[in-house]
């Protein structure tokens, strides 16, 4: 007869690794998932980062592709979610991220020969600007909430400008 703890660590064990194997099928599927939602050219211009607290990290490497998928997100959110209920997929966050390395390996080649291409990328310069009023002529506005509204949008908006440089 098994004692209570060997019956436990066995059953813990079985559910640890049932969660692993679906934990890294979330990874595997990226491509097939974002192909079947009509953006297969994405697959190498985007990964899945991490899954924590039912979140889904989707790192792109470029602001346009993060866009695209902005326009996605619910389809690939409800695809996720019927693929795998076990894993409580709540929501997904996009991040940007660095420009994605892919390995290219020619036909010839055996895997043991292949070559990384890196892309050569531009130097970067520090870019520093000045964050100036817009001339608005505010008075001209006839509807008073309206004025009032985009008064006060113009202010939050300066406001979160600053924050950001």
């Not at 790192?59 to 693929?83: A, C, M, S, V």
């Not at 008073?144 to 008064?151: A, D, F, P, Q, T």
Request: proline share 4%.
């Amino acid at each position: 007869m098994k004692k209570a703890g060997d019956v436990l660590s066995l059953l813990f064990d079985e559910q640890f690794i049932k969660k692993a194997k679906c934990y890294s099928n979330i990874f595997e599927s990226w491509a097939e998932i974002i192909t079947k939602n009509g953006i297969a050219e994405a697959v190498d211009h985007s990964r899945i980062k991490q899954l924590e607290k039912g979140i889904l990290l989707v790192e792109t490497d470029h602001p346009g592709w993060k866009q695209i998928f902005q326009t996605k997100k619910e389809e690939i959110l409800n695809d996720y979610r019927i693929r795998f209920p076990e894993m409580e997929i709540k929501s997904i966050s996009l991040i940007l991220g660095k420009p994605l390395i892919k390995n290219n390996i020619e036909k010839n080649e055996s895997l043991d020969e292949k070559k990384t291409e890196t892309p050569e990328f531009p130097q970067t310069q520090e870019i520093s600007f000045d964050i100036k009023e817009p001339d608005i002529d505010y008075d001209s506005i006839k509807d008073e909430k309206l004025r009032e509204k985009l008064i006060k949008l113009g202010r939050i908006i300066a406001d979160k400008e600053k924050d950001i440089i």
